[in-house]
């Protein structure tokens, strides 16, 4: 092939072996050019760069071939592969001959972090980086953090109680100098790059004053509202509450809310405004509140937006809705927990006690017609909730599963424990529910038992579906906010799924918890603390390199045409004097949008020179 | 028998969705035609349409453009600014002769190795339906 001096061929040129027979052979025929056919550039390219790099060539002096990825994993005719091989690799050298030396530039990365969601990720998140000395703003969407593991009961396997290892955490975050708590707050715009992002945060008004109010809740005693009326939404509806409330006993902060769809004051003006008159001199009630927006500037932002549970509706033969007796995994995590509407017990809707009670696991999990992934937590939650079903009742539980999935630590453990418990495994996906049809209130589920080969219609008072867990119905919104992907399922895409599960495509942005898929509780707390460390990483680094791929205008040609100006996503291009159009290195990011579009060529664009690729496009093209 | 014709793609991929598709796609060992050769390029808007000239100048049987999904685009809209450029390629491209199934423009985000696989193969399908391009010019040995 025209202009190669040396061609090698080497197994793992990655490997410190293969890195230095390229230094070496730098150094010993004084080469100027180096191509690497092996992977994808998104695996390697940095380490061959380095490598090149230490060999006294300037880096960008480099070009990497993706012969692995795009090439022998995907190609089953050997002969025509290797064509391909040929022709890419003759284009990258081809291009690499029009490559000049660059350099990269840095760029300061602010000290401090946003983390977005306040469920057991983000708070966990958060106190590391608040401990390593670091100012966080942790933004919470809902009027108090915690999350779903404050809706929990008890956790597997260990059976701790959920609130009593969550609330302690919570209140660290509210005491923590280092946190700047936004509960009742979303972020509405993300602008910038990796260690100068600048965030807007909208914050909600909750018509009270957040330095005037106590949180001794005596308005929401003095409320007109003598009954609580409303649904209340941390127990799914089970319970009620007035229209100013507080989620939950523990809620931080310990500040009520009013909810203006529900007060009679935002609806008619006319109200005694008891509440008013009970919070007397501290005056912390402000109906006239309107929304704020804070602007803050940080340098690495932590995703921690959790999930859904899957709305059961969805699968209709289950009857969701229809029967009463019918619940969530998650409605009875508050059914059976002490601080839950029934105060613990566990009563049906129409006042029964259970006798027996049916677990359905994989609903919306599992299932071609609903989703295909696994949600990883939910054989064990539900052997828990039948442990405490059990316990608590001393019903006959039977679980109908399709495979038990239990690989944790002592995960299987608990599973014996369980079954020898007495708990009935019925192993079949439940096919239908439907009500016995002699009045007294029972479901029938019909399953299949593939372990007895027969068809099996069981009677039960209280079925409890093990729904899975799912993408936030606003992650695609969310996604496009902070410039990142979702995978197939819906769930934020990790850079790479073994070797960088917490970063993301966008440099300084971090993924916890479930918002990145579904996990339990110790997996959540070691990938928000793998985040929290790279934040740190980022952080203490002090300073990003960015790549050098920047748009530049020589100025001499330019025009003076401005189609260019209008085409920056990032107002990086300006106007000069002189007529002549200029790019602000440092607010460019390297699309090259403005270079393809520039009508008398004079945009240019660094690693994508017109050159670079009129070369690769010959080289593919020229027919041996 | 003649052997059959096997047309060659010059395939534009942004970096970051269908780039990774591509990769993605090899991670998983879909099999697909080896027809497309790949050029990477920052983003979707990064394509000049001299390059998809120049590439049905140098003899290419079919260009593709792969971009991510609209609003989608990590540079925020720089494939809508491809999908201009592309519309108006392709009346140009008529005019000069070159028949509408040679030139593509497809949206294929980081998650769609699948979609990869699908687009080349069923590209790859019709250009041999169609053919050679005529006349084509092809370039000596550099």
């Known amino acids: ?624 | 028998m003649p052997e059959a014709f096997e047309p060659k793609i010059v395939a534009f991929f942004c970096n970051w969705c269908t780039y990774l598709a591509a990769d993605l796609a090899g991670t998983s060992r879909i099999k697909y035609a080896p027809n497309a050769r790949v050029v990477r390029v920052m983003c979707s808007g990064r394509v000049d349409p001299q390059f998809v000239m120049d590439a049905f100048a140098k003899g290419a049987d079919g260009v593709l453009i792969g971009g991510c999904h609209p609003g989608d685009c990590h540079y925020q809209e720089g494939n809508y600014k491809a999908l201009r450029r592309v519309e108006l390629l392709k009346r140009l491209l008529r005019q000069m002769g070159v028949e509408e199934e040679r030139f593509r423009l497809e949206w294929i985000s980081a998650a769609e190795g699948e979609r990869v696989k699908i687009v080349i193969d069923d590209m790859v399908e019709k250009l041999r339906a169609l053919g050679p391009r005529v006349p084509a010019r092809r370039q000596e040995v550099a």
């Open chain 1, 1 to 624: 092939m025209p202009g190669v001096a040396l061609a090698r061929e080497y197994k793992y040129m990655c490997s410190d072996p293969g890195q230095e027979l390229i230094r070496q052979d730098i150094r010993d025929h004084g080469l100027d050019r180096i191509v690497v056919a092996a992977c994808s550039p998104h695996l390697h390219e940095k380490t061959f760069r380095h490598a090149v790099a230490e060999a006294g060539l300037n880096p960008y002096y480099f070009h990497m071939v993706n012969l692995r990825e795009h090439d022998s994993w995907v190609h089953a005719d050997k002969p025509a592969a290797a064509a391909k091989a040929m022709d890419l690799i003759r284009a990258a050298v081809r291009r690499v001959r029009w490559h000049v030396p660059l350099e990269r530039r840095q760029a300061p990365i602010h000290a401090n972090a946003l983390v977005v969601g306040g469920g057991i990720a983000g708070i966990d998140a958060a106190l590391t980086l608040a401990s390593a000395g670091k100012h966080v703003y942790l933004v919470e969407r809902e009027p108090t953090i915690g999350g779903h593991m404050a809706q929990f009961d008890k956790t597997f396997p260990t059976l701790d109680c959920a609130a009593c290892i969550l609330t302690p955490k919570m209140t660290a975050v509210k005491s923590n100098p280092n946190i700047t708590l936004w509960s009742y707050s979303e972020v509405r715009r993300v602008e910038g790059y990796v260690g100068n992002y600048d965030v807007e945060i909208r914050r909600k008004p909750r018509y009270i004053i957040e330095d005037l109010c106590v949180g001794c809740l005596e308005c929401i005693q003095a409320c007109v509202f003598k009954q609580a009326k409303v649904p209340d939404e941390f127990n799914l509806g089970l319970g009620k509450r007035k229209p100013v409330y507080i989620p939950f006993p523990q809620a931080v902060p310990q500040l009520v809310v009013i909810d203006p769809e529900t007060c009679i004051e935002f609806k008619s003006g006319k109200c005694k405004k008891t509440c008013v008159e009970v919070c007397a001199e501290r005056n912390a009630i402000d109906f006239k509140q309107k929304e704020k927006i804070e602007n803050i500037r940080v340098g690495t932002i932590i995703l921690a937006t959790g999930f859904e549970t899957f709305d059961p509706v969805r699968v209709p033969y289950y009857g969701y809705g229809l029967y009463p007796n019918v619940y969530t995994s998650l409605e009875v995590e508050r059914l059976v927990n002490a601080s839950g509407p029934t105060g613990g017990e566990i009563v049906l809707r129409d006042g029964r006690k259970p006798a027996t009670v049916g677990i359905v696991h994989c609903v919306g999990s599992r299932d071609v017609n609903t989703n295909r992934y696994c949600s990883r937590v939910c054989c064990m939650y539900s052997l828990k909730l039948a442990h405490l079903i059990k316990e608590k009742t001393g019903a006959e539980v039977i679980e109908f599963y399709i495979d038990m999935r239990a690989p944790g630590k002592a995960f299987e453990e608990f599973y014996n424990r369980v079954a020898e418990e007495g708990v009935s495994f019925v192993r079949g996906k439940v096919a239908d529910i439907y009500p016995a049809g002699n009045g007294d209130g029972r479901l029938i589920l019909q399953a299949e038992d593939t372990l007895l080969g027969m068809v099996r219609k069981i009677p039960v008072d209280m079925v409890v579906l093990s729904v899975g867990l799912e993408p936030r119905p606003d992650a695609n919104d969310v996604r496009r906010l902070f410039n990142i992907g979702c995978s197939g399922d819906g769930f934020f895409l990790e850079r790479h799924p073994k070797l960088a599960p917490v970063s993301t495509f966008a440099d300084g942005i971090f993924v916890a918890g479930c918002c990145q898929g579904p996990k339990d509780i110790p997996d959540t707390v070691a990938q928000s603390g793998a985040a929290a460390a790279q934040a740190l990483a980022l952080i203490d680094a002090g300073v990003i390199e960015l790549e050098p791929n920047t748009a530049y205008v020589t100025e001499d040609a330019c025009c003076g045409c401005k189609t260019c100006i209008p085409l920056c996503p990032y107002s990086a291009i300006s106007f000069l004097e002189e007529k002549k159009a200029r790019i602000n290195e440092v607010l460019c990011k390297g699309c090259g949008t403005c270079v393809a579009a520039c009508p008398s060529g004079s945009i240019r664009q660094n690693l994508f020179e017109d050159q670079q690729i009129f070369e690769e496009i010959g080289g593919i093209l020229t027919y041996a």
